[in-house]
């Protein structure tokens, strides 16, 4: 996996590029520390999650990162993570 930072406007988008698995996990949240409150996550070219990323997401956009260009599948496996 790779990821890419842009800022701009007061505004990070961090862009996650391949397979994002749960190993990978604990660099993004140093990303994630690291660039404030106003954070994107762009997920357009991720191709493949496992669970533990699709639950670490959703705990993301709980804590109020937007997650834009997410594919159909991760979005509702994401959804469906977060039924009790």
């Known amino acids: 996996m790779k990821i890419e930072r842009d800022s701009h406007g007061g ?3 961090i862009r996650l590029i391949g ?3 749960s190993e990978h996990i ?3 949240k140093k990303q994630l520390q690291d660039n404030g409150l ?4 762009d ?3 991720v191709t493949v999650v496992d669970v533990e990323v699709v639950r670490f997401l959703g705990a993301c956009k709980a804590d109020g990162v ?3 260009h997410c594919s159909p599948y991760i979005r509702k496996w994401m959804a469906q993570e977060r039924k009790p």
């Open 11 to 13: 505004r990070t988008t």
């Open 19 to 21: 397979h994002f698995q």
């Open 26 to 28: 604990g660099e993004l």
């Open 38 to 41: 106003r954070l994107v996550l």
């Open 43 to 45: 997920l357009k070219e």
């Open 66 to 68: 937007k997650i834009v």
